[in-house]
Structures are given as structure tokens and as C-alpha cells.
Nanobody, 117 residues
Framework: QVHLEESGGGLVEAGGSLRLSCTAT??????????LGWYRQAPGKQREMVAT???????NYGDAVKGRFTISRTSAMTTTFLQMNSLKPEDTAVYYC?????????WGQGTQVTVSS
């Protein structure tokens, strides 16, 4: 069972920056993740993709965050980061880390990001 631990959320003013981190652990076995990603869910809205990164480094971003957010990961694909710049109030949401491995998908518990206007 893969465990994902997110950190870095908080309260920030509009225009500010935050950096989220997510570390994956699975006992002593190699995780061999294929894709790491960040998703978010605002109150009353569906969960949406924010950014994903694959083992070969290919990235994909949601339209709402292109040019403002950057996803990265360690070479071992056990930690992913989300650098969020020029934050807007509409970025307020719970941000979830996701790891895809073989045919399985794992989620973190989420970290709250609140952007004040």
C-alpha cells in the first residue's frame, strides 16, 4: 500500500506563492510510480487536474494554472512538488497528491490552500 503525505498548504494573499510537496512511501519496496500529479477540489465543485508529471518528465497542466504553476519531481519518482505563483482567490481549494502505479491510483489526504483577495 502506497502512502502519500502532502505538506506546504496554507493561507496566502493574492499574488503570492506557495510550494506544495508530496512524498510517497511503501515500506521497503520500490514504488515504481508512472505518473505523479496534483488535483484540487474547491467547495461545491468537482475535483480537477492541476498538473501531472510522468517518469520521463513530461508534464501536463490544467488550463487555469498554465504559466503560473510548475510541477517537478525527484528522479526516483517518490516526491513531487508544486510551485504555485501568482496565486488567485479562485485557486482556493484542497489540493490532493496522486500517484499512478501499474493499474492502481493512490491519493493523499489533501492540504488546504486558501488565497485571500
Amino acid at each position: 500500500q502506497v502512502h502519500l503525505e502532502e505538506s506546504g498548504g496554507g493561507l496566502v494573499e493574492a499574488g503570492g506563492s506557495l510550494r506544495l510537496s508530496c512524498t510517497a512511501t511503501m515500506g521497503y519496496d520500490s514504488i515504481r510510480a508512472n505518473v505523479l500529479g496534483w488535483y484540487r477540489q474547491a467547495p461545491g465543485k468537482q475535483r480537477e487536474m492541476v498538473a501531472t508529471i510522468t517518469r520521463d518528465g513530461s508534464t501536463n497542466y490544467g488550463d487555469a494554472v498554465k504559466g503560473r504553476f510548475t510541477i517537478s519531481r525527484t528522479s526516483a519518482m517518490t516526491t513531487t512538488f508544486l510551485q504555485m505563483n501568482s496565486l488567485k482567490p479562485e485557486d482556493t481549494a484542497v489540493y490532493y497528491c496522486n500517484l499512478a502505479r501499474a493499474s492502481l491510483s493512490y491519493w493523499g489526504q489533501g492540504t488546504q490552500v486558501t488565497v485571500s483577495s
